[in-house]
């Protein structure tokens, strides 16, 4: 990888954190990512599962400042992204998965319309696009997720893929 697609790939990274778009990470992007998600599949926010996706984004906030928000004002700018979040969580990813793991266990519960347990590939489709994700690379993530191809994600795997995703950038 040459130093273009590093900054390229770190780019992408920050946006899809950066859910409103205004150049830093705080609270307000992983609540707002909390309420695209429940709009999507039309959760209340005060139901049980709206509430488990909101403690679950301040939970991965308060990870992610704990990493990454170096000079402590509430908010992870660009640089504080790639010097804290994704060279610390690149050596150590599994704490990056654990830091995640209670929003995108309640993402899926959400997810998971007609709560039978299972989340089908098709709602982790449309939960990407609710997040701001190109619809074909959605298909495409999804379609990865599926590892049986069956149909469904399993928590693990989509634990696995988001620590993966955010972790693994080398530069050239
Ligand atoms: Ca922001
Ligand atoms: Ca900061």
Known sequence: MDSAEYERKIAHRFAAFDQDGNGYIDRADF?????RLLTEFSTAAR??????LYSGAEAFWQGMAGIADVDGDQRVTRSEFVGGAVKRLRDNPERFAEI???FLRAALAV???DGDGVT???AVERALQALGADPHVSVFVAEALDEGREGRVSEDAVVAAFARYFTVVEPG
Do not use: I, L, V, Y
Request: hydrophobic share 30%; charged share 30%; aromatic share 0%.
């Open 120 to 122: 089908e590939t098709t």
């Open 111 to 113: 997810a998971d319309e």
């Open 47 to 52: 139901s049980e599962r709206g509430q488990a």
């Open 31 to 35: 609540s707002s990512a909390a309420a």
């Open 100 to 102: 995640a793991r209670p």
